[in-house]
């Protein structure tokens, strides 16, 4: 049977984790890059690890890194169950980015508590 990894279409499963952020990190100096990556639970150890080696949690990490540094973040995101594969303090780092994301969020997930700390005003239930 078949691996099903969460696919994330930008990312370049042939650098590593800081060349993807330097690719979206447009004109922000290293330090800024350096930070986020730290921010979002990166350790230098972890920056030439190569993208394609990443577990489902790293790639969304890696991704949410990413979207904030690139000076033009997409229109809509669209999450398919996103704390599957990720810890605590990922997830806390997820709500804390998807609460700031000033675009439309498209979420489907069955965890309750989640989807209220992102603050999601409007839902759909499907049963």
């Known amino acids: ?39 979002f639970l990166f350790p230098m150890s972890t920056w ?3 993208c394609v080696s990443l577990s489902g949690g790293e790639r969304l990490k890696l991704s949410l890194c990413c979207l904030l540094v690139s000076e033009k973040a997409p229109d809509i995101i669209i999450a398919d169950e996103p704390t599957n594969n990720i810890d605590i303090s ?25 989807v209220q700390d992102v603050g999601i005003t409007r839902t759909v239930r499907i049963e």
């Open 48 to 50: 030439d690890k190569k």
């Open 90 to 114: 990922s997830m806390d780092i997820l709500v804390l980015t998807l609460r700031e994301y000033s675009g439309t969020l498209l979420i489907v997930s069955h965890n309750e508590q989640f």
């Open 1 to 39: 049977m078949e691996e099903r990894r969460p696919r994330y279409s930008f990312l370049n499963s042939g650098i590593t984790i800081y060349e993807q952020l330097e690719t979206y990190g447009g004109n922000k100096p290293e330090y800024e890059l350096k930070v986020l990556l730290n921010r």
